[in-house]
């Protein structure tokens, strides 16, 4: 009985899983491209692993099954084989590395601490701010605004993160990953060459009791829109 009920409320979970925003799979930038590239990538690794490792299981449970023939023999112990082990030592190491790569080549190309991306002059500075519940964006020329960012198309554009009261998350899954935003420390997030639209930017760690309605509209424009309505 427990584990029908656990298979229902299972069944009940992929069914409402289904009605998740998946714009993380559906990038719309440079940054939340390559991301996606990373996580699609691992997943089509860990599926080879999957895959191969379940069809060795489903071949030797089958081989090795109890007949008529082999019913009252106990199978030799056998100590130790080299070759395997040097195979399941060796494989998943070549497989880590060749995760490694590309992790470490895109998480250090988006870093926003690198030299190349403090000095690249044409990236667009904009300082966060976040606070019980809702977001302050002030960009160059002193401009602010509340709960809607704007930034023009095909820029890298440089957030710098603050929280005047408790951990925040600065998260727009369609233009890239969440970070934390802090109330003691700046951190610094790049989005690159983002496509025009609008998008849904929200706070991704509970803060407080208004957590859920912490949300903000990001509007990429083209850099004339962004011009103008910078000096509005
Ligand atoms: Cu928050």
Redesign the pocket.
């Known amino acids: 009985m427990k584990n029908i009920l656990i298979r229902i409320r299972l069944l009940v979970f992929a069914c409402l899983l289904t009605g998740c925003d998946i714009s993380v799979l559906d990038p719309q930038s440079k940054t939340a491209d390559n991301q996606a590239f990373l996580i699609s990538f691992s997943f089509a690794l860990m599926m080879i692993v999957l895959i191969i490792v379940f069809l060795l299981m489903t071949r030797f449970v089958w081989k090795y099954r109890e007949t008529e023939h082999n019913k009252n023999t106990i199978p030799k112990d056998i100590k130790g084989n080299k070759k395997l082990e040097l195979t399941w030592t060796i494989l998943p190491i070549l497989l880590l590395t060749v995760l490694a790569v590309p992790t470490i080549a895109v998480t250090y190309n988006q870093s926003a601490t690198t030299p190349k991306a403090t000095t690249q002059d044409d990236a667009i500075h904009i300082d966060v701010t ?1 606070q ?2 809702f977001w302050t964006f002030t960009y160059g020329n002193g401009k602010e605004s509340t709960n809607e960012l704007v930034i023009p198309e095909n820029k890298s554009i440089v957030f710098h993160l603050k ?1 005047t009261d ?4 600065f998260w727009i899954p369609s233009l890239g990953g969440k970070t934390d ?1 802090l109330p003691e420390k700046e951190l610094v997030y790049k989005i690159d060459n983002p496509k025009k639209g609008t998008y849904d930017g929200k ?6 009791v208004n ?1 859920t309605k ?1 949300r903000f509209t990001a509007r990429v424009v083209s850099e004339e829109t962004y011009q103008k309505w910078l000096t509005k």
């Open positions: 976040a019980q519940f929280s408790v951990i925040h998350s935003v706070c991704a760690e509970f803060c407080g957590h912490m």
